[in-house]
């Protein structure tokens, strides 16, 4: 979703905001737009489309200045274009402001602004926060550090901030208040900003997480300086990054989600760190030992989450209930924040999320923690607002994921899940030890399997170049293989643009078996497991409606591969732990579909990596 990069310092700002903006592209936008300060005045460039756009667009022209701004918009108020692109100069030219959230009471407060003479370009929300600032320091004469402090007072909703001035080319301020900003602290009084870390990572280690209804002063000469939105000064605190600029890059794969599809052996084996003891057929996870007698005497966990981190969700559930006898309830968090749920003091809610960003996820933790629930957070991103925000957690440490289309960051996620089940069932006595150290060998197995399933790479591309043209496919698994076929579907219809669903096997007949006939893909996980046979009989009913199967076997299987057109060999894994090695293929064949259908793998159109709005 948005991004946001400021700098204030020395060197040319152009260069560093494009490559800011470039590095934030993952997150998904439709324009975007910089702002530089040069000898007293403001100029502003901003167009919809790409940042390529927004180069070409200033090619021979280049904007200078040692202080700007630049932004990547995804659309929420008003369509997709240059006008609504930020950033947003204020009606006296003085100001220019770049946001990512939603001003929920603007609409209010732009009447009111109309009413005194202010005129407005564009149909944002932003335009609106911008003449505020601009109408309180002119009515009350103060500086703009309290009227930005004066004016967050007054708006409701989420934002995070930049702001430059004509009248005080020496500084940059930035605010924010339930979307993320990070402040870089460089030498020689250089300031970065960041919505998160990626544009920051190149030129300093040193940062500072502004927190909610912050108002951050940076100043060449007084450095940085923060104060609340009621006005109590903070002392900064100054953390040190621990990303390296190496993950960021694409590292000689075509796409980024290439990239992270092939890093899967290794972000598991990173999952395993520390937690898992082979030798002493151990799981320590501390999140959890920490809070042994909240897990141990816990009635029900539920789990928040949205989109991929919901599918792992799901598995978890199975792991869950079958390994710890623990109930488990898996909620849409958009849906769960406004359904007066009832939460119980020994209710634990897990939050899954791999930006740690994500609005719904967000809100739903902090109802569940009003009333009295315990919160773990599952995170990918060190240091995100969601890992702040819980009682305790377990980082996935997939690195970060900038494919917009979630995979390794999904694999790390049933890792750490499995791993956290398996803790949870040794405290409560729910697991054997032969089954434990079962499932402790099997999942240590799980990244060389994940390798031996890239293999099947150019047997997937050869069925992707088959079915690349359908437009609709239908995903079927039973047990823990659901969830993998929502993923799966969700894959498709993410990057490829093709109507995807995934069904439970069974309930195909409810419904979507009226849609199979000649031209319609099934994918079907059918590897060994309780519910083999069950699925064998589901394949044959839509072999009958003369449906094309590609099914996902256990390597050596012979029934299915008498019955399908395409079979996708697997090697053979404990029931429990499928999922990992299952979801391999459909992320493979998506990502194949996507480049031959000549889409956008990695910044697949209207989507976000981060949802930060609801
Ligand atoms: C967006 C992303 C998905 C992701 C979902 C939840 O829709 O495109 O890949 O699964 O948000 O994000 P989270 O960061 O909370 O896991």
Redesign the pocket.
């Known amino acids: 979703m948005c991004g946001i990069v400021g700098y204030l310092g020395t060197e040319q700002a152009y260069p560093i905001l494009i490559k800011g903006l470039k590095r934030l592209e993952y997150r998904g936008y439709d324009s975007s737009g910089v702002a530089l300060l040069n000898e007293g005045e403001i100029e502003i460039s901003k167009c919809r489309g790409k940042v390529s756009d927004l180069e070409d667009h200033l090619a021979g022209k280049v904007p200078e200045g040692v202080v700007g701004i630049g932004h990547t918009r995804w659309a929420t108020h008003g369509p997709p274009n240059d006008i609504n692109a930020h950033p947003h100069a204020s009606g006296d030219g003085t100001l220019a402001l770049i946001h990512n959230g939603i001003i929920e009471n603007y609409a209010t407060i732009k009447e009111e602004l109309i009413n005194r003479g202010h005129v407005f370009k564009s149909d944002t929300d932003t335009e609106v926060l911008t003449h505020l600032i601009e109408d309180i320091r002119t009515k009350t004469g103060v500086d703009l550090f309290e009227a930005i402090r004066l004016a967050l007072s007054e708006v409701h909703g989420a934002y995070a901030i930049v702001v430059i001035d004509k009248k005080n080319p020496d500084m940059m301020i930035a605010a924010k208040k339930s979307s993320p900003l990070v402040i870089g602290i460089g030498g020689n009084g250089e300031f970065y900003v960041g919505s998160d870390a990626t544009p920051i990572v190149e030129y300093t280690k040193n940062v500072v997480y502004l927190e909610d209804e912050e108002v951050a002063l940076m100043d060449r000469k007084s450095g940085l300086k923060i104060v609340t939105i009621q006005n109590k000064e903070k002392v900064p605190y100054i953390q040190e990054l621990e990303i390296k600029l190496e993950t960021l890059e694409k590292g000689g794969y075509d796409y980024f989600m290439l990239k992270e599809i092939y890093e899967q052996p290794r972000s598991i084996i990173d999952c395993f760190r520390g937690r898992m003891n082979l030798q002493k057929g151990e799981i320590r996870m501390s999140g959890i030992d920490d809070n042994e007698e909240k897990w141990i005497n816990a009635k029900r966990v539920i789990i928040v989450?949205?989109?991929?981190?919901w599918h792992a969700g799901l598995v978890a559930e199975y792991l869950f209930e079958d390994i710890a006898r623990l109930s488990v309830e898996v909620e849409y968090a958009s849906e769960f924040r406004y359904r007066n749920p009832i939460i119980n003091k020994d209710d634990i809610v897990v939050a899954?999320?791999?930006?740690?960003?994500?609005a719904d996820?967000l809100a739903a933790i902090e109802m569940a923690k009003k009333q009295g629930a315990h919160i773990f957070g599952v995170c990918n991103v060190v240091g995100s607002t969601i890992s702040r925000t819980t009682d305790s957690g377990a980082y996935t440490h997939a690195g970060p994921e900038i494919g917009?289309?979630?995979t390794k960051?999904f694999t790390a996620q049933v890792t750490v899940l499995t791993l956290m089940a398996l803790t949870v069932a040794q405290k409560r006595g729910t697991i054997t030890d032969a089954r434990l150290h079962r499932l402790i060998a099997e999942l240590n197995s799980i990244p060389d399997k994940v390798t031996e399933v890239l293999k099947t790479n150019d047997q997937v591309e050869y069925i992707s170049d088959i079915y690349k043209n359908a437009t609709n496919a239908l995903y079927l698994g039973r047990g823990s293989s659901f969830p993998v076929a929502l993923e799966g579907a969700l894959k498709l219809k993410e990057i490829s643009y093709i109507h995807a669903e995934g069904y439970p096997a069974a309930e195909m007949k409810h419904g979507p078996i009226a849609l199979i006939d000649e031209e319609m893909p099934v994918f079907v996980i059918a590897t060994h497991g309780q519910s083999y046979e069950k699925v064998v009989s589901n394949i044959q009913e839509v072999k009958a409606r003369k449906g094309k199967i590609i099914a996902i076997v256990t390597a050596g299987d012979t029934a299915v591969k008498g019955m399908a057109d395409h079979v996708i060999e697997i090697p053979k894994t404990d029931e429990t732990l499928v999922p990992l090695v299952s979801v391999i293929p459909f992320q493979l064949l998506s990502y194949h579909i996507a480049v031959m259908r000549g889409c956008n793998v990695d910044q697949p159109r209207n989507?976000?990596?981060?949802?930060t709005v609801e």
């Open positions: 989450a949205c989109g991929t981190s899954i999320s791999q930006s740690g960003e994500t996820t917009v289309a979630s960051a989507l976000a990596k981060s949802v």
